[in-house]
């Protein structure tokens, strides 16, 4: 990779090519099993918020109303996850399903991705927050630093499971097809329309937001996260760790305008990481961890 001044975003010094061919386990996850992964995870949460969208009285009858405490919230949340799961468990077995998570554990990154991470995020949502004018204005959502850590662990055991299914799987599945930059934007595609029922709901977070901006604003975390996705040899916690701090509720609500920032972010990325952008030598496309 080229270096791009005293900022270099690289986890390593050279690439580590992980693919299907050059593995060691024959219980290897095909790019046809997209398909099945796909169905189980649309299928799952679309049906979930359909029956909220059809039979509202008596989903909520039996369930409660729609928030995001709501356990059938929580499954539907979960449907990318429970889709990978189910998957890699069929083509690797329980050997395969304990190497597939073993990739929670790579957290290996440069300094720059950390600070990007930690500071980098939310200086994005702040940005936005000061076009929207609300920087100041709003007080401190929560009364205590007690429901304040709840909103907290809530958020952690939600919204990153996700990243079991989207990088866990289909990222590396895609990216068997696409470089990494047209499979970080068709997965942001995929990922933007998985969250459309949401909109249509009273009681869940996106109730409130514009989809279009939304939508935009995934393909452009989804490109972003690529190259750290395979900058960490295929690590699903870091993909995790800014699935967590793109809803962390510390951060102000920032929509629509965080999108023109995030959007920005991604052309910045995908230039620091041109080379590994365009260049599938980097891509990680193993689902299961060869042994």
């Not at 290897?28 to 997209?34: G, I």
């Not at 189910?86 to 720059?112: D, E, M, N």
């Not at 699903?236 to 972010?265: E, M, S």
């Amino acid at each position: 990779m080229a270096p791009v001044g005293p900022l270099r975003f690289t986890c390593q010094k050279a690439p580590v090519v992980i693919t299907a061919s050059s593995a060691g386990d024959s219980h290897q996850v095909p790019f046809l099993s997209l398909l099945p992964f796909l169905l189980i995870a649309f299928g799952l949460a679309w049906g979930i918020l359909a029956l909220f969208i059809f039979l509202p009285d008596q989903i909520t009858s039996l369930f409660g109303e729609l928030t995001g405490q709501n356990p059938l919230f929580f499954l539907a949340v979960y449907a990318p996850a429970i889709a990978a799961f189910i998957v890699v468990t069929y083509y690797g077995g329980a050997g395969g399903f304990r190497s597939y998570l073993t990739r929670l554990l790579l957290w290996r990154c440069s300094w720059a991705w950390y600070a990007f991470l930690i500071f980098g995020i939310p200086m994005l949502f702040f940005g936005g927050s000061v076009l929207k004018g609300n920087l100041f204005s709003e007080p401190f959502p929560f009364p205590s630093f007690q429901t304040f850590v709840v909103a907290l662990l809530f958020m952690a055991i939600k919204g990153p499971v996700e990243e079991f299914g989207w990088r866990g799987l289909a990222l590396p599945l895609l990216q068997t097809k696409f470089n990494p930059f047209w499979a970080g934007l068709i997965l942001g595609i995929i990922w933007g329309l998985w969250h459309f029922p949401a909109f249509l709901l009273s009681g869940t977070p996106q109730s409130t937001w514009t989809f279009t901006p939304f939508f935009i604003g995934s393909i452009a975390v989804s490109v972003i996260v690529t190259p750290l996705f395979n900058l960490s040899r295929g690590s699903i916690l870091l993909p995790a760790l800014l699935h967590f701090q793109l809803i962390n509720p510390l951060w102000p609500d920032a929509q629509p305008y965080d999108t023109i920032f995030f959007v920005a972010a991604a052309v910045l990325v995908v230039w620091l990481n041109r080379k590994v952008m365009f260049n599938r030598e980097w891509s990680v496309t193993e689902v299961i961890p060869s042994r």
